[in-house]
């Protein structure tokens, strides 16, 4: 039986014949090295597009770089993620650096072998997005390649940290609901985990900031908490608890859009209309919130800014920085029809 010949894989060596320089220069080019002039990257990268030329990954690992930045991602669920890849997309684009995003999935052990498969792939450089290991791990991990963490609220000499201000958005959700004429305003938490020393969890200040801003307005005797998990459904069992209390809560502050997803399933569940019954609000402001009937109140963090900067300081670390460098964004809240004042018989 014939058989069809497999074509020929396009050369380094074809690429710097086509457009009549060293097999060097074609190297230069691909490595972005310093002293190459514009009119010989010009000529090199026409004739690698012509050609179809693909480097191979091990062939550009042994040069020194794969041109691939790993992702790290904790599930892929969360609405609020892809708002961060689209902006590390569109710092990534016009470099030759290409995105590889992996799971890691429940509990550390998962995230651990997600973050040997990156290393083990060469990656120049990882992003990890609200890992679950605790900062010796992270640092162990820094220590061999670029990286930045987006997410934890923590200081390292080895790592880049681009987050939120967490306790300014979550100050902005409970005063809103408190001026709408809430009194009893719950809140759904995400339970804490041992993260190790060091590690500041988001989910922990914003906790923290709904009960010192309760507090401040007298309403110590209404502080109503569900820890569950930044989920769909932890927010569908934090709100079922949350309601099977007495009195149940006028508003609902939950602690991730995804969770306030789920909240307000179990409302709906529950024959409670949102807001006449019971105000809903979430945080980071994902897409769906917005969607018109769910029109759901949250804390916009910009996740295109936090995933276009933590590119770019990634692309600084792996051009050799080395000063570790913390990024704060500054978040708003977006008001929706999902939280309106308390009915008088509340």
Do not use: W
């Not at 079922?240 to 306030?260: C, K, Q, V, W, Y």
């Not at 936090?306 to 692309?315: P, S, V």
């Amino acid at each position: 039986m014939a058989t069809r010949e497999r074509p020929r894989r396009v050369t380094i060596a074809d690429v710097a014949r086509h457009a009549g320089v060293s097999t060097t220069a074609v190297s230069k080019v691909l490595r972005s090295a310093y002293g190459v002039s514009p009119g010989m990257r010009d000529r090199v990268k026409a004739a690698i597009e012509e050609l179809g030329y693909r480097p191979q990954a091990a062939a550009r690992a042994m040069r020194g770089r794969t041109f691939t930045i790993g992702v790290l991602l904790p599930d892929l669920r969360n609405p609020f993620f892809p708002d961060i890849l689209d902006g590390l997309s569109e710092q990534l684009a016009g470099t030759d650096y290409q995105a590889i995003m992996v799971q890691g999935g429940p509990g550390t052990q998962a995230e651990t072998r997600a973050i040997e498969a990156l290393v083990d792939r060469q990656v120049d450089g990882i992003l990890m997005i609200a890992p679950g290991v605790g900062r010796a791990r992270l640092e162990e991990v820094a220590a061999q390649m670029p990286m930045v963490v987006l997410g934890p609220h923590e200081k390292s000499a080895v790592y880049d940290a681009v987050y939120d201000d967490d306790e300014l958005g979550a100050e902005l959700v409970v005063r809103h609901l408190i001026g709408l004429g809430h009194r009893r305003i719950a809140h759904i938490g995400n339970k804490p985990a041992a993260r190790g020393r060091g590690r500041v969890a988001l989910e922990s200040i914003r906790a923290a900031t709904y009960e010192r801003v309760m507090r401040e307005h007298g309403l110590d005797a209404e502080i109503a908490m569900a820890l569950t998990s930044y989920t769909e459904e932890g927010g569908y069992e934090g709100a079922r608890e949350l309601l099977g209390r007495s009195p149940r809560p006028t508003a609902i502050f939950a602690g991730m859009d995804l969770a306030a997803l789920g909240a307000l399933r179990a409302l709906h569940e529950a024959g409670l209309s949102v807001p006449a019954d019971v105000s809903l609000a979430g945080y980071d402001n994902t897409r769906l919130a917005a969607v018109s009937t769910i029109s759901l109140t949250s804390v916009d963090q910009d996740g295109a800014v936090m995933g276009r900067t933590a590119g770019r300081l990634l692309l600084e670390r792996i051009e050799g920085r080395t000063s570790s460098v913390r990024f704060s964004v500054t978040p708003t809240l977006v008001p929706r029809r999902s939280t309106a004042p308390p009915t008088p018989e509340a």
